[in-house]
Each structure stands twice: as C-alpha cells, then as structure tokens.
C-alpha cells in the first residue's frame, strides 16, 4: 500500500527544515500560498515571503520533528511537531501544531501553525 501524498508533503516538509532545504520549502508551496505562523499574526503570502521566512528560521539553527501521527480529513493534514531554535542566545523549543490546506496537485495553499507562549520553553 502507497503512502498518502498529503503525509509524504508532510515528511518532506520536516525533513527540509531540518535539511535547511529551501529549494525543497519552495517546491512544497503553491505560488499565492499563505503562511500563519503563529495564528493571529499577519499572514505572509505568495512564495518570496514565505521563502524569506523560511531562511530567517534556517539562520537560526532551527530543528524540527514530528511529535504524533500525521491527521488527514478533506484537503487538510494535521501534525504535531516541536521546533527546536538556537539563535545565539539560548536555545528555544516551540510545541506546535500545524495545519496544510492542499490544492488538487496536493502543493500547500495555506499552512497554519497554531502555538503560544504557553506552547515555547527555554532552558
């Protein structure tokens, strides 16, 4: 049985984080995606923001790892991950649940990231 594209995007998603793989980060992304991160912030859109995110959090030393199974329903995935950032002062760890909104060729049109204050820890 064939895994689920809406889980390999996924996978590929984690994996380019910690790769610091933007190449990987661009080709994942619709061209007109969005990116909420955390939910409340002002949206980024379209590929140069998003891609401008991306290298700032890569500048930061970032890690990433799934933390559960991924959940599917419609065009959504769901998955629990931690983020780990070591900007220069201390290390950060964000607790965070994101959410993929896929089109038809199963490419990101919406990635939402919910997490807060009560979701970061450092040592």
């Known amino acids: ?3 689920n594209p809406k889980i390999s995007v996924v996978e590929r998603y984690i994996k380019a984080l910690c ?5 990987t980060i661009d080709l994942l992304f619709a061209d007109d995606a969005t990116v909420e991160d955390p939910v409340g912030s002002d949206p980024l859109r379209g590929k140069e923001a998003i891609l401008g995110f991306y290298k700032v959090g890569f500048s930061s030393g970032l890690s990433a790892r799934l933390e559960g199974s991924v959940r599917l329903a419609a065009n959504h995935a769901i998955f629990p991950f931690v ?4 900007p220069g002062n201390g290390e950060m760890r964000i607790e965070a649940i994101d959410q ?5 060729d199963n490419k990101i049109i919406a990635m939402r ?11």
């Not at 790769?19 to 190449?23: K, W």
């Not at 983020?83 to 070591?86: F, P, Y």
């Not at 993929?100 to 038809?104: A, E, I």
């Not at 990231?113 to 820890?121: D, H, L, S, Y």
């Open 113 to 123: 990231a919910f997490w807060g204050p009560e979701n970061t820890r450092t040592p």
């Open 100 to 104: 993929f909104t896929f089109n038809d």
């Open 1 to 3: 049985m064939s895994k």
């Open 83 to 86: 983020v780990e950032l070591n």
């Open 19 to 23: 790769d610091h793989d933007l190449e």
